[in-house]
């Protein structure tokens, strides 16, 4: 019997396992504005930070206009920051289309030297655009980096397509 059970469990991970496929689609960077003043909720800072400026590249390029940002809740605890990310922000192609964004994620990072330990986010687009209309279909994840203030910008969103 237990090597019926074996069998069927090594069948499962053969034959149904799949390989998932990743694409480079945007390079984000943004800055945000004022957010010093949080809330609190139960033992929680709640936070926004509009973005004021940014732009993208990738598949197209253009600038992230200044609506939207970034709604994120975090605590503190052994000199590190765990944040909750919730980013809705809107992208104004080269050529005049416009792209919804809608991401949640994680940034946590070191109190002191404000180093990054996890800056990952999943990602969803929504537009009317015909020639963009298959990023409605896509699922994306992003990795997160803080730029160098002479950059211009304050994070980067490296977003990538999964697929099978």
Not at 94 to 103: N, R, T, V
Not at 136 to 159: P, R, T
Request: hydrophobic share 35%; charged share 20%.
């Amino acid at each position: 019997m237990k090597n019926l059970i074996l069998f069927f469990l090594l069948l499962n991970t053969v034959c149904f396992s799949q390989e998932l496929k990743t694409k480079k689609i945007f390079n984000i960077r943004v800055s945000v504005g004022d957010y010093s003043q949080p809330g609190e909720y139960l033992n929680i800072q709640t936070s926004y930070a509009p973005y004021t400026k940014g732009e993208f590249d990738g598949i197209t390029s253009g600038k992230v206009l200044p609506v939207g940002g970034d709604f994120f809740k975090s605590y503190s605890k052994n000199g590190t920051i765990y944040s909750e990310l919730d980013i809705d922000l809107v992208m104004l192609t080269d050529g005049g289309e416009k792209i919804f964004c809608k991401a949640s994620g994680v940034l946590n990072y070191e109190i002191d030297t404000f180093k990054p330990i996890k800056f990952e986010t999943q990602w969803r687009f929504m537009t009317s655009s015909k020639k963009f209309s298959y990023l409605n279909e896509v699922i994306a994840i992003g990795l997160g980096s803080f730029l160098d203030e002479k950059s211009g910008y304050m994070f980067q969103h490296e977003i990538y397509q999964v697929y099978k």
